[in-house]
Every structure is written in C-alpha cells, then in structure tokens.
C-alpha cells in the first residue's frame, strides 16, 4: 500500500517542488517488528517483573 504513495513539499527558499515515495521492504518491516518488540519488553515486561518481586504493599506504595 504504502509503495504506491507519493508525497511533495515545497522548499520555500527557492520554491521548487520535492517529491518523495516510500518503499516497504522485508527488512524495514523486520527492523520494525524488533524494534516494537524489544520497546514492549523494556516498557512493560520489565517494570511487572519488578514490582512482582516486591512486596504487594511496597509496589502499590511506588505506583
């Protein structure tokens, strides 16, 4: 889908047109699956593996 989207913009200094397309590749969409998987992990499995080590009253206390 988004191989077939072209976009422009004007430079305003000399008032010409750029255009630019985007390309999806198995490797861009690869990264990006690493990429929000690695940022899941970090954000959200991590922080709950801390505080399940705790106790209950002193990880309801950081929240």
């Given at each position: 889908m988004?191989?077939?989207?072209?976009f422009?913009?004007?430079n305003f200094?000399?008032?010409s047109e750029l255009a630019f397309g985007f390309?999806?590749?198995t490797a861009i969409i690869l990264k990006t699956l690493l990429?929000?998987?690695?940022?899941?992990?970090?954000g959200g499995f991590l922080p709950?593996?801390?505080?399940a080590r705790?106790?209950?009253v002193d990880a309801?206390?950081?929240a």
């Open positions: 988004m191989q077939f989207i072209s422009s913009t004007t200094q000399s008032f390309r999806l590749t990429f929000s998987l690695a940022m899941g992990a970090i709950a593996l801390r505080a705790m106790p209950i309801l206390r950081a």
